[in-house]
C-alpha cells in the first residue's frame, strides 16, 4: 500500500492509518538552542577578496547588454545571435518564435492530455485527461517565460505572484516537437516550483527572494531575459561610466576580461553555468548569485558529483569533468580551458564548423598532430572533432553533455565501472577544490549537506549515516545558528526514524530563519511524520503566507487538518489545492473523504469518481477504492 501511496504522491496521508513500525533510534542528548554565541561570521569574497578588479565590489551596478551595445556593437550583434544571448525569452505578443508552433502540440501520455494552444495573443499550456474527456477537470496556465534558445529544447515557466512554476510540456529542438518536461512524473506533479539555481543559469539577473524556495523579486527580470554581458564580464555600471567620460586606462580595472584572469579564476565565470555537477552546495552564508566573474566560485558553491562508479548509472557528466579528464589538458599543465576552443561571442555556422574548431585544435596540435594517416582523416574532412570529439546521438537530455569534452584518442570503447562502492567510499565526492578553496572544516560541513540529504532520499547503508551524522554534528558545533545544516540535520533523523528529533532539528532551522521556506517545509513534513499535526497546521499556515501560489503549501494544510480529523477545514484547503491544480488525484482523493465525512455521502462518491478518473494506475485505482472503503465506513 506504502508503495501506491508513494506512487501518487500522498505518503504523508498515508501515516495517518498505516503506522509502518518505524525504529526508533536511541535519542541522544537533546539539541541546544541555536546560538551563534563565537562562531565564525562567514566571510564576504565580494568585500574581501584581494584583486585588482573593482566592479566584483558589491555595491557596482548591473547595466544591462543594451549600455554596452553603443561602443561595442560587433560584439553585441553577434553575441546575440549566439545560443547564450538567446537563452530566455517572454512569451509576447512580437516574441522571436512562435511559442505553439510546432509538431505534437496535444499528445496523451500516462492517461493525460498534454496541449500547447493560443488563447488570443498569448501561450497556454494545459493538462487534462487522455482522449479528450471534455468535462474533466483541467489544470491550464499561460506560458510566460521561455527557458532555452531550442537548439536543444525549451521549457516553460508561468509566474504567480512573483513564484515561478515550471510547465510540464516542454520542446524538444532535436527531435522537433513537443513532449512531457524531462523528469516529470504526472501522476505525482504537474508542476514545479523554479528554484534560483535554473534561473542563474539560464537567465540573465534573476533576484530570489532570500530563503524563498522559488520566490522574485519583482518585476522579475526587469532589464533583460536572456544571459548578458555583464554574467561574463561582472557589472558594468564603473566602465560605462569611465569610459563615457573618456578614460583611456592602460589596464582597464573596471570590467573583467576572462582572458587576463588566472587560468582557475578564468574558468570559473564559466563553471558558475556549466559545472552543474551531482548536487551544489551553497557556501555557508552565500548564495550563487552573489559570485562576480573575477572571484573564486568555489568560495560561493561546493560542487559535488557522482562517485565516478556511478557517473555512467547518473549521467550527469557535463563539459567540465569531461574536458578536465582529457590527455589534453593534462599535458597543457591545464592550460586547456572552454575558451581554447568556443568564441564565448560567436558561434561557428556549421559550415565552418570543422575550420574552426581545427584552427583552435592547431593553437596546439600544429606540431604534434594526429598519427592517423592524411587519406584516412581527408575522408572525414579531416574533421579532428568527428573523430575525436563525436556526438552522442541517443541524448536528448538537457544537462548532458552530447559532444564527448573527453578527446578520446579512439571512440570510447564501451563502459568498465563496476557500478559498485567500496567500503569507505561516499556516492559524492566533492569536485577537486582549486587554489581559493574554503577551510576543510568548511568543506566537511558542505559535503555533509549533500551527503545527508541525498542518503536522506535514497537512503545509506548503516556505515555512511554514522559518517553522515557524525559530519552534521562536527559541523553544528562549529557554527550552531548555521540554518541549512540544521535542515538536513532534520531530513537525517526523518529518514531513521527519529521524528520527535527530526522536528526539533527543522525548529531550530526556523528559529534562525522564521521566513525560510525550505525550513519551514521541512518542519512542516517532519511534524507530520511525527504525528505532531498542529505544528504541522502551524508551519504549512506561515507557508501559504509566504507563497501564496503554492498548491503543495495548501495540501500540507489539509494533510494536517485530515489528520486532526478536522474535515471542514481540510476540505476547505483540498479546495484550495484544487483551485490552483485542477488535476491533482491525490488531493480530490482527500476532498472525497473529507465531503464524506461531513455528512455527504453522494458527494464523496462523486469527487472519488473524480479521483479515480484523474489517476491513470490501475493498481493506484484499486488501493484507493480500497482505502476509501475502510475511511469511510
Ligand atoms: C562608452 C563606450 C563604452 C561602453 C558603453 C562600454 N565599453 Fe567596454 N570598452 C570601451 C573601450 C573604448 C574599451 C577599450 C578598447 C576595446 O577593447 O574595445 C573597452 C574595453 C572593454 C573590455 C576589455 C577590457 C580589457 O581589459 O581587455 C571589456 C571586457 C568590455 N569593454 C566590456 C564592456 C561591457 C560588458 C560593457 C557594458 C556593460 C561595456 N564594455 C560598455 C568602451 C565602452
Ligand atoms: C549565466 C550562465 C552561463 C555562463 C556564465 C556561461 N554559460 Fe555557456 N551556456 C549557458 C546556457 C544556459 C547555455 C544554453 C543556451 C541555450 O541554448 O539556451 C549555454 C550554452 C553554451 C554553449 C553551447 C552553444 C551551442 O552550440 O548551443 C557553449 C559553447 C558555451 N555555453 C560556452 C560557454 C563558455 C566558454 C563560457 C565561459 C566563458 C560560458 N559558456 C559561460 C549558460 C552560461
Ligand atoms: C548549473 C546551471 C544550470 C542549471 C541549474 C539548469 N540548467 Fe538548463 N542548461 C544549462 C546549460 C549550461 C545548458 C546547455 C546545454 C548543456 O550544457 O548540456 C542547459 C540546457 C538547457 C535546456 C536546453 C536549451 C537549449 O540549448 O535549447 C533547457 C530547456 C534547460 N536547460 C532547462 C532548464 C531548467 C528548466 C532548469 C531548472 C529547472 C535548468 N535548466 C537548470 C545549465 C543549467
Ligand atoms: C559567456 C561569457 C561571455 C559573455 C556573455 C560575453 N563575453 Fe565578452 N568576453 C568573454 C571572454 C571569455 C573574453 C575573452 C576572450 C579571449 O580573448 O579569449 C571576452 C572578451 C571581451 C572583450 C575584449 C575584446 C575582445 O574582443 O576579446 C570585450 C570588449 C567584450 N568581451 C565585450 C562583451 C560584450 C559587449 C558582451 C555582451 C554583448 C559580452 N562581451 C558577452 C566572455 C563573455
Ligand atoms: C591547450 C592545448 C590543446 C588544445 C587546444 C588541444 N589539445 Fe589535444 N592535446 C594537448 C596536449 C598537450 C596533448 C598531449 C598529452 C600527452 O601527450 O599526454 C594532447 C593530446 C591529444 C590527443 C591524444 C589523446 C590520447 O589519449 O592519447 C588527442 C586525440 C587530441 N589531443 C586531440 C585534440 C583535438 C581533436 C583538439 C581540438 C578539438 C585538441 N586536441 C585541442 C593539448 C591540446
Ligand atoms: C577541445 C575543444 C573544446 C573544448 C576545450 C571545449 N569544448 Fe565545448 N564543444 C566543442 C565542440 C567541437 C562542440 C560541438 C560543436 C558545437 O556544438 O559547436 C562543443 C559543444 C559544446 C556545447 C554544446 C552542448 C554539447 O555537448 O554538444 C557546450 C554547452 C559546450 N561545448 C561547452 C563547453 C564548456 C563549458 C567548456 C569548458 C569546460 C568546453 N565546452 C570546452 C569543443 C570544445
Ligand atoms: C578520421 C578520423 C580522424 C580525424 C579526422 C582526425 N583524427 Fe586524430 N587520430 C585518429 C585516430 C584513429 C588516432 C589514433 C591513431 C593511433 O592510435 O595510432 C588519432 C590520433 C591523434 C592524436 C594522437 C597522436 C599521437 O602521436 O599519439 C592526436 C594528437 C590527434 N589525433 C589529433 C588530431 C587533430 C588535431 C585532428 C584534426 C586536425 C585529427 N586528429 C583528425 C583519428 C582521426
Known sequence: MIVALALIGVVVVGTVWLRTGRSETQSSSADRPPDPGSESPPVDPRQSFATPYRNIRPEVKYVGDAACATCHDVIAQTYHQHPMGRSAEWVRPGAAVDHAAGAHSSFDTSGYRLSVVHKGDRVWHQVGLAGGDEDAPTYAVRADLAIGSGSRGRSYVTFDRGAAWQSPVSWFGQRDRWDVSPGFDLAKEIRRPVVARCLACHTNQPEPIPDSLNRYREPVLATQASIGCERCHGPGELHVKERERGDRPAVDTSI?????????????????????????????????????????????????????????????????????????????????????????????????????????????????????????????????????????????????????????????????????????????????????????????????????????????????????????????????????????????????????????????????????????????????AADDYESAARAAERLITLNPSSADHRLTRATAYFSLKDWAKAEENCRAVLAIQPVRPNARFMLAVCVHKRGDAAGGKRELDLALRLTPSSEVRATLSKWYAQLTR
Not at 592547431?362 to 592524411?374: E, I, K, Q, V
Not at 582549486?434 to 536522506?456: F, Q, T, W
Open 256 to 528: 573583467v576580461n576572462p582572458v587576463r584572469l588566472p587560468t582557475d579564476l578564468r574558468a570559473d565565470v564559466c563553471r558558475q553555468c556549466h559545472l552543474q555537477g551531482a548536487v551544489q552546495v551553497a557556501r555557508r552564508g552565500l548564495h550563487a548569485g552573489e559570485y562576480r566573474p573575477g572571484l573564486p566560485w568555489e568560495q560561493f558553491v561546493s560542487t559535488f558529483l557522482w562517485h565516478p562508479e556511478l557517473t555512467q548509472a547518473h549521467k550527469s557528466v557535463g563539459q567540465f569533468e569531461q574536458m578536465e579528464a582529457s590527455r589534453c589538458f593534462a599535458g597543457s599543465g591545464g592550460q586547456l580551458n572552454c575558451t581554447s576552443c568556443h568564441d564565448p561571442h560567436a558561434k561557428p555556422t556549421p559550415a565552418a564548423a570543422d575550420a574552426y574548431f581545427r584552427g583552435r585544435c592547431n593553437t596546439c596540435h600544429d606540431s604534434r598532430g594526429c598519427s592517423l594517416p592524411a587519406p584516412a582523416r581527408a575522408e572525414k574532412n579531416d574533421s579532428c572533432v568527428i573523430c575525436h570529439m563525436p556526438r552522442r546521438d541517443s541524448s536528448n537530455v538537457a544537462h548532458v553533455a552530447v559532444t564527448d569534452h573527453r578527446i578520446m584518442r579512439r571512440p570510447d570503447t564501451g563502459d568498465a565501472r563496476t557500478k559498485v562502492l567500496a567500503a569507505g567510499q561516499t556516492p559524492l565526492v566533492a569536485y577537486r577544490p582549486g587554489p581559493h578553496a574554503a577551510s576543510a572544516a568548511e568543506r566537511e560541513r558542505d559535503l555533509a549537506i549533500a551527503l545527508g540529504d541525498e542518503c536522506a532520499r535514497s537512503g545509506a547503508p548503516p556505515g555512511l549515516w554514522a559518517f553522515v551524522e557524525a559530519r552534521l554534528d562536527r559541523a553544528l558545533d562549529l557554527w550552531p545558528a548555521d540554518a541549512p545544516t540544521w535542515i538536513t540535520r532534520s531530513r537525517v533523523r526523518a529518514a531513521r526514524g527519529d521524528g520527535p528529533r527530526a522536528v526539533e532539528a527543522a525548529r531550530n532551522a526556523v528559529a534562525i530563519k522564521p521566513d525560510s521556506e525550505v525550513a519551514l517545509i521541512q518542519l512542516a513534513g517532519a511534524a507530520i
